[in-house]
């Protein structure tokens, strides 16, 4: 009796699971369920990237502004400045009197700044009583150099004096290397201010409502989405303790980790994460729209990542089809092994980064930091600029450049004829494997051979059994258009 009571549990338990793991049209041909999450998705894909498009572009004349701004102070306040800077720096002095000249120039132009402007500028919050500039001078307490007879006394203390009148944004007169060239950096680093008060009327105004009902609405989808994602992962978990019960109870044993974790759908926990940033981005963008907030950069980041993972949530529609479902498959299985893989290569390149910053650093513009190493290596791999990176190594000492040379080509022969082939390798591996799965069968887990079975012999017979391969693939019959499921 006990056996014939559980059989119902038993076959209820299986419906909820093939019906869980079914994709959303055959969830629709089973119970003529309306694929809601999809077509929110649809539309959500849409919205978000035309907010995305509207607000980059309305960043791009934030951008803009600045950088045309900061070369219009450039030319305002550097004497001299040609209109390209020499380097990170903006322009450089070599003699006394250019130094003293370059300051008295910059304070004359604050001065007469609303004359010569073309900008609309301002000195401060009073314009009646204009704001100083301020002179600041870093030295060492106490400093003599003879170079008659290579003699140095320095006091290595640092004194800062302050002298009452002038600073605009920052002009940084560097010599801190004393090799009789001061480098000049100008400084504007322009920050955007809220509107105390903001009167805009006409079209305008009529755009900025429309643009801000927009970007409620994106925000109303996405709650929807966040919503339906949510409930999808409460559900999985529960029906996922209604199987581990059901398991231990009829089998005495416990459910493997790999069947556990096939019930978490991680497409809807990356949907989640976007929702969630694309609502907080929304709500700033909202704010800088209406001039309250002006964190352009804080806006950008989350809706940017929001959008990415809006579009690689494509990949799980895509991977209905069994053509795009292999190289997805493939990734998947991949990723681990290149994870382990680049765990490794990674140490033997921060090894080379480190060698080569401290070794090449003085004598390759390359290798003077190193970020900047990093970048010339990870260019070096991918086979850019090789020639210019030989090439422009100074043979100042026959040593370094002897060691450059080995430094280079040991580099470029382990990472591009040994790594990079090994890295390939590895995909190359999952690929054949996945295809060999997909010709020969799936490996078969508990979860999979509960769904295989059923109490009613005739049933299963009339109907194809829905198995799950190893990432819950969901096969189907011959005569349909090759949909496959996955998590």
């Given at each position: 009796?006990?056996?014939?009571?559980?059989?119902?549990?038993?076959?209820?338990l299986?419906e909820?699971?093939k019906?869980?793991?079914?994709?959303?049209?055959?969830?629709y041909?089973?119970?003529?369920?309306?694929?809601?999450?999809?077509?929110?998705?649809?539309?959500?894909?849409l919205?978000?990237?035309?907010?995305?498009?509207r607000?980059?572009?309305?960043?791009?004349?934030?951008?803009?502004?600045?950088?045309?701004?900061?070369?219009?102070?450039?030319?305002?306040?550097?004497?001299?400045?040609?209109?390209?800077?020499?380097?990170?720096?903006?322009?450089?002095?070599?003699?006394?009197?250019?130094?003293?000249?370059?300051?008295?120039?910059?304070?004359?132009?604050?001065?007469?700044?609303?004359?010569?402007?073309?900008?609309t500028?301002?000195?401060?919050?009073?314009?009646?009583?204009?704001?100083?500039?301020?002179?600041?001078?870093?030295?060492y307490?106490?400093?003599?150099?003879l170079?008659?007879?290579?003699?140095?006394?320095?006091?290595?203390?640092?004194?800062?004096?302050?002298?009452?009148?002038?600073?605009?944004?920052?002009?940084?007169?560097d010599?801190?290397?004393?090799?009789?060239?001061?480098?000049?950096?100008?400084?504007?680093?322009a920050?955007?201010?809220?509107?105390k008060?903001?009167?805009?009327?006409?079209?305008?105004?009529k755009?900025?409502?429309?643009?801000?009902?927009?970007?409620?609405?994106?925000?109303?989808?996405?709650?929807?989405?966040l919503?339906?994602?949510?409930?999808s992962?409460?559900?999985?978990?529960?029906?996922?303790k209604?199987?581990?019960?059901?398991?231990?109870?009829?089998?005495?044993?416990?459910?493997?980790?790999?069947?556990?974790?096939?019930?978490?759908?991680?497409?809807?926990?990356?949907?989640?994460?976007?929702?969630?940033?694309t609502?907080?981005?929304?709500?700033?963008?909202m704010?800088?729209?209406?001039?309250?907030?002006t964190?352009?950069?804080l806006?950008?980041?989350?809706?940017?990542?929001?959008?990415l993972?809006?579009?690689?949530g494509?990949?799980?529609?895509?991977?209905?089809f069994?053509?795009?479902?292999?190289?997805?498959?493939?990734?998947?299985?991949?990723?681990?092994?290149?994870?382990?893989?680049?765990a490794?290569?990674?140490?033997?390149?921060?090894?080379?980064?480190?060698c080569?910053?401290?070794?090449?650093?003085?004598?390759h513009?390359?290798?003077?930091?190193l970020?900047?190493?990093?970048?010339?290596?990870?260019?070096l791999?991918?086979?850019?600029?090789?020639?210019?990176?030989?090439?422009?190594?100074?043979?100042?000492?026959?040593?370094?450049?002897?060691?450059?040379?080995?430094?280079?080509?040991s580099?470029?022969?382990?990472?591009?004829?040994?790594?990079?082939?090994?890295f390939?390798?590895?995909?190359?591996?999952?690929?054949?494997?996945?295809?060999?799965?997909?010709?020969?069968?799936?490996?078969?887990?508990?979860?999979?051979?509960f769904?295989k079975?059923?109490?009613?012999?005739?049933?299963?017979?009339?109907?194809?059994?829905?198995c799950?391969?190893?990432?819950?693939?969901?096969?189907?019959?011959?005569?349909?258009d090759?949909?496959?499921?996955?998590?």
């Open positions: 009796m006990a056996h014939l009571e559980s059989e119902p549990e038993e076959e209820c299986r909820d699971l019906f869980y793991f079914m994709n959303p049209c055959e969830k041909r089973a119970r003529h369920q309306i694929p809601w999450k999809l077509g929110l998705q649809i539309l959500k894909i919205m978000v990237t035309t907010q995305l498009v607000f980059g572009l309305s960043n791009q004349l934030v951008v803009a502004f600045k950088e045309d701004t900061t070369v219009a102070f450039k030319h305002l306040f550097l004497k001299g400045y040609s209109g390209t800077d020499e380097d990170d720096y903006s322009c450089s002095v070599y003699t006394q009197e250019d130094v003293y000249e370059s300051i008295f120039f910059a304070i004359n132009q604050y001065q007469h700044l609303k004359n010569v402007s073309l900008g500028l301002g000195y401060g919050e009073n314009e009646d009583n204009i704001i100083g500039l301020k002179i600041c001078k870093q030295h307490k106490k400093g003599t150099m170079p008659s007879n290579e003699t140095l006394n320095i006091d290595s203390g640092v004194e800062t004096g302050n002298a009452p009148t002038v600073a605009l944004r920052q002009i940084i007169y010599n801190r290397a004393h090799s009789g060239k001061i480098k000049i950096y100008f400084d504007s680093d920050n955007i201010e809220e509107c008060v903001l009167n805009i009327s006409g079209s305008t105004q755009n900025t409502q429309y643009v801000l009902v927009f970007d409620a609405f994106v925000i109303l989808i996405c709650l929807a989405s919503v339906l994602c949510s409930r992962i409460v559900l999985a978990l529960r029906l996922r209604r199987f581990r019960s059901f398991f231990l109870e009829k089998y005495q044993r416990r459910v493997c980790d790999a069947d556990q974790w096939e019930f978490i759908n991680w497409w809807y926990v990356l949907v989640i994460i976007s929702d969630l940033m609502i907080i981005g929304s709500i700033l963008k704010e800088i729209k209406a001039k309250n907030l964190n352009y950069d806006c950008s980041i989350l809706l940017g990542t929001s959008t993972f809006v579009w690689v494509v990949i799980r529609y895509l991977g209905y069994q053509t795009y479902n292999v190289l997805i498959l493939t990734m998947q299985a991949s990723l681990p092994k290149v994870l382990r893989f680049c490794c290569a990674g140490m033997i390149y921060l090894g080379y980064t480190f080569g910053w401290i070794v090449l650093g003085p004598y513009d390359k290798f003077e930091d970020g900047t190493v990093a970048e010339c290596l990870f260019s791999v991918n086979g850019d600029d090789m020639f210019a990176t030989f090439a422009q190594i100074q043979q100042k000492s026959i040593l370094v450049w002897l060691f450059s040379r080995l430094y280079l080509y580099f470029i022969s382990l990472f591009i004829y040994m790594i990079l082939s090994l390939i390798a590895l995909i190359t591996d999952s690929y054949d494997t996945i295809k060999k799965y997909q010709q020969n069968g799936f490996p078969e887990t508990d979860l999979q051979k769904l079975e059923c109490s009613n012999k005739e049933g299963c017979r009339e109907e194809p059994s829905a799950l391969s190893h990432l819950c693939c969901l096969q189907r019959k011959e005569n349909d090759h949909w496959i499921r996955f998590n």
